[in-house]
């Protein structure tokens, strides 16, 4: 660089945010030592040809330096040529290495602009939404209920966790409570919207196998109530008077199906994609 008191000016110009252009570019500066004046500009969704050719005409009268990432062959090809014949100094960050990716993977780019950014949103939503049913597990938390995009409910062992975390890891957000024979469900269950409320029915004969190995497992006597059959079935059938007094709510048999069809069928009821958008 020549003088200190000189004013330099990088413009990063993007059709999507410009956040990969920019971390770029100060990695770059940083190594470059000693004072300098750099003002950086950021261009974002830059998407057409007259949007360039305003960029470009900046450019032009403060003789700024173009960093730019457009994934859109066309308009790389027309900043790249335009830039040339006003003799503005670019370089194209992203061209050069999709151009060698499609050589090596025999694959054309879908030349989307903003899909990191995308991935980027899906991936927190899921995070989100994975802490959200792990603080919402087992009747937890029921002030935020109201939040939940699912509400599960169901007996002990009626696979209520399982369901939430395998929904949670498509963006939805899931609380589950679990119904206990005699004992009225909280009151904030009936504050929220009961269309979102999913009543998880099982059979006698899975839900007495699945305890009895629970207990076993935990080393408790297999004749306290948890696992007693006559206790089972007045579980079960508070659970069918449940549900029927409550006919908003809809209802999905668990039996010994997998998780992955539970929850399709869960999705389905609801009339909600797999993935949250």
């Known amino acids: 660089m020549s003088d200190a008191g000189e004013r330099y000016h990088l413009f990063i110009v993007s059709d999507s945010t410009g956040d990969t252009a920019e971390r770029a570019t100060m990695a770059a500066l940083s190594q470059f030592q000693g004072p300098r004046r750099i ?8 998407k057409s040809e007259l949007q360039i050719q305003d960029v470009l005409q900046k450019a032009s009268l403060q003789k700024a330096f173009i960093i730019y990432t457009i994934v859109t062959g066309d308009l790389r090809k027309y900043l790249s040529d335009e830039a040339h014949r006003l003799q503005v100094s670019a370089v194209d960050l992203i061209g050069p290495l999709l151009q060698q990716m499609e050589n090596y993977l025999q694959k054309h780019p879908s030349s989307e602009p903003g899909l990191i950014h995308r991935v980027d949103r899906q991936y927190f939503q899921r995070m989100d939404a994975i802490q959200f049913a792990v603080k919402h597990d087992d009747g937890q938390s029921l002030h935020t209920i109201y939040q ?6 169901g007996l002990s062992r009626s696979g209520k966790t399982p369901l939430s975390m395998y929904l949670a890891q498509f963006g939805w957000k899931v609380a589950n409570i679990p119904l206990i024979l005699n004992l009225a469900p909280p009151s904030q269950l009936f504050r929220v919207d009961q269309e979102k409320v999913i009543g998880l029915q099982t059979l006698f004969e899975i839900l007495m196998k699945v305890r009895k190995a629970r207990a076993k497992a935990l080393q408790q006597k297999a004749t306290m109530n948890y696992a007693m059959p006559d206790y089972i079935v007045r579980e079960l059938k508070y659970c069918e008077d449940l549900y029927r007094q409550n006919p908003r709510w809809k209802c999905v048999e668990v039996g ?3 998780v992955e069809e539970i929850s399709a069928d869960i999705l389905s009821l609801m009339g909600l994609n797999k993935t949250r958008a």
């Open 39 to 46: 003002d950086i500009t950021r261009f974002r969704n830059v």
């Open 148 to 153: 939940a995009d699912i509400i599960l409910l």
């Open 256 to 258: 010994d199906r997998a």
